[in-house]
Nanobody, 116 residues
Framework: QVQLVESGGGLVQTGGSLRLSCVAS????????MAWYRQAPGRQRELVAN???????NYADSVKGRFTISRDSAKNTIYLQMNSLKPEDTAVYYC??????????WGQGTQVTVSS
């Protein structure tokens, strides 16, 4: 069982920045992909960004140009740098790991609140 622990959430004003971290209990390099999702109240969980084992990244249209996903394999950690935050970015942000065998692990989530 892979453990994923997110941190870095909090309350920030519109236009501010936050950096989320997700530390995995296992190597993050030899995986299919790792990703950040978010879920706002009353809405479905949605993909924010992902990064594959080869380092390719993909972003939701709503965050392109504002968010950056990155990884530090030596620390088994992925990051989500969030700039120019908007109230509609308010959500619980989750880290997801997909193993090479297709097994999925989720973190417990970290709350991000953007005030207007």
């Amino acid at each position: 069982q892979v453990q994923l622990v997110e941190s870095g959430g909090g309350l920030v004003q519109t236009g501010g920045s936050l950096r989320l971290s997700c530390v995995a209990s296992r190597n993050i390099f030899t995986v299919n992909a790792m990703a950040w999702y978010r879920q706002a109240p009353g809405r479905q969980r949605e993909l924010v960004a992902n990064i594959t084992s080869s380092g390719n990244t993909n972003y939701a249209d709503s965050v392109k140009g504002r968010f950056t996903i990155s990884r530090d394999s030596a620390k088994n950690t992925i990051y989500l740098q969030m700039n120019s935050l908007k109230p509609e970015d308010t959500a619980v942000y989750y880290c997801k790991r997909v193993s090479l065998a297709g097994l999925v692990s989720w973190g417990q989530g970290t709350q991000v609140t953007v005030s207007s």
